[in-house]
Nanobody, 116 residues
Framework: QVQLVESGGGLVQPGGSLRLSCAAS????????MGWYRQAPGKQRELVAR???????SYAESVKGRFTISRDNAKNTLYLQMNSLKPEDTAVYYC??????????WGQGTQVTVSS
């Protein structure tokens, strides 16, 4: 059974940084592309960043230059380094395969709140 456990969220002031982690089990982590997704209140879940098996990366325009996605295949862990955070980055952040499997199985997510 696939398990995705996100952690590292919290409350941070604008301009601050956070590092999110996603521990994956029950799946062939190292042979799958992975992504970070987020869902803000009242909005649809969106893809923020993705990383391929070979560690090629791609980012949403809204986070490009501020967020960095990375992976440690030995630890089955996905990371998202978030710098220069803005209030509009406030959301629950999730990790998952990319592209999403059907139906997608989501972890509990980790809340990121950017506020002064």
């Amino acid at each position: 059974q696939v398990q995705l456990v996100e952690s590292g969220g919290g409350l941070v002031q604008p301009g601050g940084s956070l590092r999110l982690s996603c521990a994956a089990s029950g799946m062939f982590f190292r042979i799958n592309s992975m992504g970070w997704y987020r869902q803000a209140p009242g909005k649809q879940r969106e893809l923020v960043a993705r990383i391929s098996i070979g560690s090629s990366t791609s980012y949403a325009e809204s986070v490009k230059g501020r967020f960095t996605i990375s992976r440690d295949n030995a630890k089955n862990t996905l990371y998202l380094q978030m710098n220069s955070l803005k209030p509009e980055d406030t959301a629950v952040y999730y990790c998952n395969w990319y592209p999403l499997p059907l139906p997608p199985v989501w972890g509990q997510g980790t809340q990121v709140t950017v506020s002064s």
